[in-house]
């Protein structure tokens, strides 16, 4: 068990529709990080937060935001969704500091557009 | 510019014997650290193994290793004694250099253990 919660595990929706996808990061864990992950596809950085501020963005689409809220969990907002963003999304947390700390990933949303 | 490179997209090992999984990754700051993460098909991914740049000795963690070879900028991840439920995708990372709140992510390598 990573620490980090994402929920829901699943989701199905068609497309034009929004959905938001939530993260809790470990205990003491500043940073979120979101990822994308298409089917057999590596991991593509989509926009990191830090202590609720945004601090790197990706290739994150317009459509897309997210935001990190005062108890540090953090929501990933898709909209007017296309069949191409069925994929896997990770969160993913890390202390601020160190680079010897690793990135400890949730275990992901599966989004399916029908 | 890529910071991370897996040059293999898939391999092969069978059971029992050991498999090497490249990494070499592109800095000219001192201070980065590298890591593995295993992705099995059920799709978690899974942190293995650590190595700094400043650690004078290779990481071990069980059956993995890391062979670290700083002036090659190279961190290829061993498995030894490979086992069927080795079988899974094999990314390499990078957190730094420069700035710490940056991970770079390799391509991956998908490795499958034939019994």
């Known amino acids: 068990d990573s620490g980090v919660t994402q929920t829901p595990k699943h989701l199905i929706t068609a497309t034009g529709q929004r959905v938001t996808l939530r993260c809790s990061p470990r205990?003491?864990?500043?940073?979120v990080y979101w990822y994308q992950q298409s089917l057999d596809q590596g991991l593509q950085f989509l926009i990191q937060?830090?202590?609720?501020?945004?601090?790197a963005k990706g290739n994150i689409l317009e459509r897309f935001s997210a935001q990190q809220f005062p108890d540090l969990h953090s929501e990933l907002n898709l909209s007017s969704l296309e069949l191409g963003d069925s994929a896997l999304y990770f969160c993913?947390?890390?202390?601020?500091?160190?680079?010897?700390?690793?990135?400890?990933f949730g275990d992901g949303t599966r989004l399916s557009i029908l | 510019a890529q910071k991370i490179t897996q040059t293999q997209p898939g391999m092969f090992v069978q059971e029992k014997e050991a498999v090497t999984l490249d990494c070499t990754y592109d800095?000219?700051?001192?201070?980065?650290?590298l890591f593995w993460y295993k992705q099995p098909s059920s799709g978690e991914m899974i942190f293995l193994i650590y190595?700094?740049?400043?650690?004078?000795q290779n990481a071990t963690e069980g059956r993995y290793s890391l062979n670290f070879q700083k002036a090659r900028k190279s961190a290829n991840l061993v498995i030894s004694a490979s086992q069927l439920g080795d079988s899974a995708m094999y990314f390499c990372?990078?957190?730094?250099?420069?700035?710490?709140?940056?991970?770079?992510f390799g391509s991956g390598t998908k490795l499958n253990v034939k019994p």
């Open positions: 990372a990078m957190r730094g250099p420069y700035n710490f709140n940056k991970f770079y």
């Open positions: 993913a947390s890390s202390v601020g500091k160190g680079f010897e700390q690793p990135q400890h």
């Open positions: 800095t000219s700051d001192p201070s980065y650290g």
């Open positions: 190595q700094g740049s400043y650690d004078q």
């Open positions: 937060y830090y202590n609720g501020e945004e601090r």
């Open positions: 205990s003491g864990d500043l940073s």
